[in-house]
């Protein structure tokens, strides 16, 4: 028997990661593989990059790593001075310098390898590319023509911040969800849990609740919130475990609104309450 958890999209967020921490030991997982995005949205980015590599965990590149490992190289985004990117531009301050070469170290892949099971591929977002993602609402050919060149048939993704467990004509195509901050309009931390039973793999999507409130609190109390309306973008994500960022960013563009005025957040809070279902 082997027992792995694969865990992702833990985004700075130390009290879902504990949590999840807690659930291993329940969940008698003997392997851990941590499938990208330890950083960025929440402010304990510091904390759990501390977290995870003082574990024997496995760790797989996310595209916030690569985009983190990026920015510290002097190749930002062309508006990386703007209020907008304040939070994130904080968090990344807060890391000692050698944390950027452990980021850009990470390897894009992990394939797990049990013998006599068939081999499992582990990547952040797909094969191909860190933030192509296997999604959920996608089709069973979109998915296989995603995965159409690579040699492996069960496949696991993170990205999407919603796990998935399905069966398509060609594969098994698993996603992790994510730990700090799920789209699913499941609050919990959500990870997968892959059994080899010495017959097959089975899979397990696994949930640790964690008390958000309280970490909502501390973002307030430590002066996160006030960084940027971006943070209280991150904020409302993990209220309401749905996704936000790019649905606000298109709303700004499309109202030539500012993106960093909290009366914009505001505006689109309403708008979204009153006129949208995600
Ligand atoms: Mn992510």
Redesign the pocket.
Known sequence: MARIAII??I?GNLPALEAVYADLAQARADQVIVD??LV??GPHSAEVLEFVAGRKWTVVQ???EAFWTMCARGMPPDDWDDGWWAPTRLEMQRLDRSWFDWMAALPFQHIIEVPGAPKVQVV?GSPNRLNEGLYAHERDHKLDAILAKTPYSIVVG??T?VPMNRHTPNHWVLNSG?VG?PFNHDPAAQYLLLTWTRQNWQAEIRRAEYDRDELLRQWHNSGYWDTGVAAQVFAYEIETASFHFWHYLRFCKSYNVTPDDPESFAQYRKDFATNYVF
Do not use: K, L, P, V
């Open positions: 992702s999209d985004h990208g995005d960025g949205r996310g595209n916030h952040h993170a990205h911040h994510s901050s």
